[in-house]
């Protein structure tokens, strides 16, 4: 369950939603700040899952900048399905060329674990996995879900700059 408010500090026109919604639109102008009673969510600030997308977990959001966003803007929104393991591999080319690395734990700083911060493609084999574009979880967000990602497009980046990586956990 999440809930989306219009203003800040959870005040004003307010949808509840428990799913995947492609628009939000349709409920609300903006949003300033969420609360998330269950599961792990991915926000997008573009209809059907376009746009900066911001990863939360269950708390309270009170404003925007609470989960690093860069505007009011969430125009749809994903429940991350809740996973055992996790496996992800990470390719240095595309089309699963060159070195590889595997995770089955969270990376702080993806150059200390490996030779690069430039990766070009990769496989999830098991579970979501967040990848920040900067270390220590920072800057762009991506959701990978299980399957193939043979370019960095793939995933909806812009670059091939990946700096930390973690796997989607729901603690209660």
């Excluded at 404003?63 to 055992?84: E, F, K, N, T």
């Excluded at 089309?95 to 690395?101: A, H, L, T």
């Excluded at 991506?142 to 399957?147: E, T």
């Amino acid at each position: 369950q999440i809930t989306f408010y219009e203003d800040r500090g959870f005040q004003g026109r307010h949808y509840e939603c428990s799913s995947d919604h492609p628009n939000l639109q349709t409920y609300l102008s903006r949003c300033n700040s969420v609360r998330v009673d269950s599961g792990c969510w991915m926000l997008y600030e573009q209809p059907n899952y376009q746009g900066n997308q911001y990863f939360l977990r269950r708390g309270e959001y009170p404003d925007y900048q609470q989960w690093m966003g860069l505007s009011d803007s969430v125009r749809s929104c994903r429940l991350i399905p809740h996973a055992g393991p996790h496996r992800i591999r990470l390719y240095e080319r595309e089309d699963y060329r060159g070195q590889m690395v595997e995770f089955t734990e969270d990376c702080s700083s993806l150059q200390d674990r490996f030779h690069s911060n430039e990766i070009h493609s990769l496989n999830v084999l098991e579970g979501s996995w967040v990848l920040y574009e900067l270390p220590n979880y920072r800057g762009r967000q991506y959701l990978l879900r299980p399957g193939d990602y043979r370019r960095y497009q793939d995933w909806g980046a812009m670059n091939a700059r990946v700096g930390s990586l973690k796997r989607v956990l729901d603690f209660y």
